[in-house]
């Protein structure tokens, strides 16, 4: 055990010291950057090189125990689900339990069951059943909200410990990641095209390829380490996200890990799209965003204070509903994005969160993908339909 604590302690300390010298390296290429600079800057590159440190102390963490586990019976078992009897259940039981339909389910499995993370750990294979509880119990933990997605309540609803509710949903959160190219990517040239085009057809706003939108994440718990930075402009503590999407609702890109005291301007203005805009914008392409963001050659926001252009700035809040919509659905089916279950007490933990986000909207993209439109959350639906109905309200008078 002490050998075992040892070496948890060192892969601590260099994951610590990672994050600071990103931490160190993005405040110098900044001249704007002060304390409240994200631990990492951009979700998609720096944090990725954590991602390996990260395995290895889950392999280390769960050495001893994964080990001498056998594989999945059935007698983890809760409210009748088992391993082997979770394709035998009904359809309404998985928008119950994990907010998204039978075949969503059977999508995510299919595109993370040949993952070498379920292999990791044991001498013997994974079985497909196995693999499907062990989706489906970090799935629970993404849906859940409240007490629900601490491991206490977790682990007793399905009949495992605390350490497994833990494993498992850091092997499916991995799993996803590697998924996030696909799946949460940056539309091409043709891409940008066609969405483009649809914006334009429906909203007379040539060139807007997306719309770009910031939210907060809140923590369940104040963090341990630098809490006052987590404390957002609504009184909680949070990690600040932005995200863009397109008018089909689909994420396109996701930057994750600044602290609840940054605002979404900066975020924006610290992303890769808007250092490197040559990279990912061709022609008069550009995005679309709230009166937070400042006017440039790839983002428009609404005019301020100006009376003579309310038809423009209406038409611009009805472009925005999509953006609105996305965060709105993510966090809906999502809920665990209402108040992340994780104790931020080291860099390690922060990149958790991060981690844990990331994958929220992997998964978000690939239940749009599978799920048709007729099948979304009425909630969703409800609340779209009222804000264009608020805006017309607005538009009449």
Known sequence: MDQKKEALDAIDRIILMRALETALESSSDSSSSSSNDSWLEDSSSDEDDLLPLLLLRYSVENDGCTAKRKAIKASHKSMGIVPRTLPQLPDHAFPQQIRMSKSSFERILELVKNDDIFNKHNNAKCTPADQGFQLYVALYSFTSYGNSPSLKPVAAHFGVSEGTVRLYTSRII????????????????????????????????????????????????????????????????????????????????????????????????????????????????????????????????????????????????????????????????????????????????????????????????????????????????????????????????
């Not at 665990?336 to 981690?355: E, M, Q, T, W, Y």
């Not at 048709?372 to 805006?391: Q, W």
Request: glycine share 6%; hydrophobic share 30%.
């Open 174 to 397: 991995c799993a996803l990641l590697k998924l996030e190219p696909k799946y949460a990517d940056w539309p091409d040239e043709n891409e940008r095209r066609d969405i483009s085009r649809r914006i334009k057809e429906k909203h007379r706003f040539p060139d807007c390829v997306g719309f770009f939108d910031g939210t907060l994440v809140p923590l369940l718990k104040k963090p341990a380490v630098q809490g006052e930075e987590y404390f957002s402009r609504k009184g909680k503590y949070a990690i600040t996200v932005g995200m863009v999407c397109d008018d089909k609702m689909r994420i396109r890109h996701v930057i994750s890990g600044y602290t609840g005291s940054v605002r979404a301007n900066r975020v924006y203005g610290n992303c890769k799209l808007a250092k490197n805009p040559s990279n990912y914008f061709s022609g008069d392409e550009y995005l679309v965003g709230d009166n937070a963001y400042g006017i440039s050659s790839i983002m428009i926001p609404p005019y301020k204070c100006d009376r003579s252009n309310v038809e423009f700035n209406v038409r611009h809040a009805k472009l925005r509903l999509p953006a609105e919509s996305t965060c709105g659905m993510l966090k809906e089916r999502f809920q665990s994005l209402k108040g992340l279950p994780i104790d931020v007490n080291c860099g390690n933990a922060h990149a958790r969160c991060n981690f844990w986000i990331r994958a929220c909207c992997v998964l978000h993209n690939i239940v749009l993908d599978t799920e048709s439109r007729d099948t979304k959350d009425t909630a969703v639906d409800e609340k779209h339909s009222t804000l264009l109905e608020e805006v017309d309200t607005v538009t009449n008078h």
